[in-house]
């Protein structure tokens, strides 16, 4: 069964960090586009970072640019998010997703371009 799983979520102060991983089970992230995504109370599902299939190509989310960077990890068949200068607004649960829809030609930063979604990690801002 293909799955992808989120860790790394946790409560931080504001200014801190927090490093996120999507791990994969049942098929290999090189071959997909690899989006994050997070979501906050009340608001839609919107785009953080995504990374291209050869990794060449990384999109950020203005509010983040800057503050996060997202990776792959090929021996451990990861995309990790490292995000720096958290801020309240940060807080949400975040989502790692999968497309193999080429993301990168539709918009990498697009819900609608992505098939396959983990359950999410929580992070949450506040001191």
């Known amino acids: 069964q293909v799955q992808l799983v989120e860790s790394g979520g946790g409560l931080v102060q504001p200014g801190g960090s927090l490093r996120l991983s999507c791990a994969a089970s049942?098929?290999?992230?090189?071959?997909?586009?690899i989006g994050w995504f997070r979501q906050a109370p009340g608001k839609e599902r919107e785009g953080v970072s995504s990374?291209?299939?050869?990794?060449?190509?990384?999109s950020h989310a203005e509010f983040v640019r800057g503050r996060f960077t997202i990776s792959r990890d090929h021996a451990k068949n990861r995309v990790p998010l490292q995000m720096n200068n958290l801020n309240p607004e940060d807080t949400g649960a975040y989502y790692c997703?999968?497309?193999?829809?080429?993301?990168?030609?539709?918009?990498?930063?697009?819900?609608?371009?992505?098939?396959?979604w983990g359950r999410g990690t929580q992070v949450t801002v506040s001191s």
């Open positions: 049942g098929f290999n992230l090189d071959d997909y586009d």
């Open positions: 990374i291209s299939q050869g990794g060449g190509q990384v």
């Open positions: 997703a999968s497309s193999d829809s080429s993301a990168f030609l539709i918009g990498p930063l697009r819900v609608g371009a992505y098939d396959n």
